[in-house]
């Protein structure tokens, strides 16, 4: 075993972005990294062209895991930002036009360059576009889809049981965000999600998704989220909170510093 790799596995793992592995076997997949080719994405939503420090982390990451020699794909989720992640909100998120996640996807992709090698000769990073199966899938599928978890499943989310006891609002189509997210995982057929631990309920639908329709266990490798240390505010950029990636250098500096 090549002595480099397991040193650089292991300090992927263990040093410290790493908040939980899916199922709770580091051993398991430290071995597959180390001895297989996987495939490895990380998927997020354009809704704004925000992108600030916590995301950045997590596509150096998924460049470190490429240069391991793993299949790595950045996934926008132009279809799913079009019905909006409940994750998290208290109230139903804007629903965005085509035309808005394009623009923001743009923007993505031109921040996101300096951080990963998209022009590498050899095994470059893959960039996909949930809208190509999303937008095809007929009402039959879109019901068995659903038939793959309960509605009281869906209610245990957080954010759900808080509407409920607020008396506000739980549209249907924000049941359908988790499902369409997790049939990412069947269609790019994938070994590895990486994403932030916010978002682990969809990427346990995910898994649940895959092993219904290809008989295949995901690993899901949840990163910590990054908060302001003095008010515990976590950066986001739905809330436009934290230290974003088109700042300038000067500025960029003096949010770290403060």
């Not at 076997?25 to 997020?44: C, F, H, N, Q, S």
């Not at 190509?132 to 957080?158: C, F, I, K, P, Y």
Request: aromatic share 8%; glycine share 6%.
């Amino acid at each position: 075993m090549n002595r480099e790799k397991e040193q650089l596995v292991d300090s992927i793992l263990n040093r410290g972005i790493v908040q939980e592995v899916i199922p709770r076997d580091k051993e398991g997949l430290k071995k597959r990294l180390l001895e297989e080719k996987l495939r490895v994405y990380i998927g997020a939503d354009p809704t704004s062209t925000a992108l600030h420090l916590g995301h950045a982390q997590n596509y150096i990451l998924l460049e470190e895991l490429r240069l391991l020699g793993h299949e790595v794909i950045v996934l926008f989720g132009n279809f799913t930002a079009r019905i909006g992640d409940p994750t998290d909100k208290k109230t139903t998120r804007k629903q965005l036009t085509k035309e808005e996640v394009g623009y923001n996807v743009s923007d993505w992709i031109r921040q996101i360059k300096p951080l990963m090698d998209f022009g590498a000769e050899e095994n470059p990073p893959r960039i996909m576009y949930n809208d190509d199966w999303l937008s095809g899938l007929t009402m039959e599928e879109v019901v068995d889809l659903a038939s793959s978890v309960t509605v009281q499943n869906m209610l245990e989310r957080d954010m759900f049981e808080k509407r409920i006891k607020e008396e506000k609002p739980i549209y249907l189509h924000e049941f359908m965000y988790p499902l369409m997210q997790g049939y990412d995982s069947v269609a790019m057929d994938v070994d590895i999600e990486l994403c932030g631990m916010d978002q682990t309920f969809n990427a346990l639908m995910g898994r649940t998704l895959l092993k219904k329709y290809k008989n295949k266990d995901k690993f899901v490798i949840a990163t910590k989220l990054l908060a302001n240390p003095e008010t515990g505010e976590l950066m986001s950029k739905s809330n436009g909170t934290g230290i974003f990636l088109d700042y300038a250098p000067f500025d960029m500096y003096g949010a770290v510093m403060s």
